[in-house]
């Protein structure tokens, strides 16, 4: 028998309902969700608003933003004259999310959406890995219904994914998204509750799956 499930990774595109998706799996799991937790417990750690940290996520410093940390942290770092400074950059970010991810597999029963939980945790045979995808014009139809304009949500729709892309290259240097990582790619549209049964379904199929063995 493979190894019990104890971490879903919930990784996705934008406008797909993950997170409708990841909070129903978690009550039907009696499972911790870390989405939203996850973004407060980082700006707990760095001292910060959860807005500062809610932009910055799966997101490479914007140039600006990148050359403001060089001179700083340059050559004028040591000099009494320019104080230290405690940057909320990607680096920090993702060195926080990285221990809170591993503490939160540690700990078992959760499931954990996007930051890059399934690349952190690729190499757990407790965890269980499930990308989101859905038809452009139903990704945009669920943005317009929790409240955003159409244009608005085709914009993030064609910009977050791209800045998701460029952040898993950086940090984990693989394409996004992974496929040969992920246990199951499941179209959304088909409705979050079937949605749902089919990562328990294929939990359960992986859990009876025999575990791999080496010479």
Request: proline share 4%; hydrophobic share 45%.
């Amino acid at each position: 028998m493979g190894a019990r499930v104890r971490v879903v990774t919930i990784e996705r595109e934008f406008g797909s309902g993950a997170a409708d998706i990841a909070k129903l799996l978690a009550e039907r799991l009696g499972w911790k969700l870390w989405d939203q937790a996850l973004t407060n417990e980082i700006a707990r750690l760095a001292r910060c608003d959860r807005s500062e940290v809610a932009q910055r996520e799966e997101r490479m410093d914007p140039l600006y933003y990148r050359l403001l940390r060089s001179f700083l942290r340059g050559s004028f770092e040591g000099s009494l004259n320019v104080p230290r400074l405690n940057m909320l950059d990607a680096d920090v970010i993702v060195r926080l999310t990285k221990g809170i991810i591993g503490a939160a597999a540690e700990e078992g029963n959760c499931v954990i959406v996007g930051r890059g939980a399934a690349f952190f945790l690729a190499a757990r045979p407790d965890a269980f890995h499930v990308f989101l995808y859905a038809p452009y014009e139903d990704k945009v139809q669920r943005l317009v219904r929790s409240g955003l304009e159409p244009k608005e949500a085709a914009r993030l729709i064609d910009t977050v994914d791209g800045e998701r892309a460029d952040f898993i290259k950086k940090y984990f240097d693989v394409d996004w998204p992974c496929r040969r990582l992920y246990h199951l790619m499941i179209n959304s549209q088909r409705g979050d509750e079937a949605v749902v049964q089919t990562i328990v379904d294929g939990i359960a199929t992986h859990e009876r799956q025999p575990a791999p063995s080496f010479p």
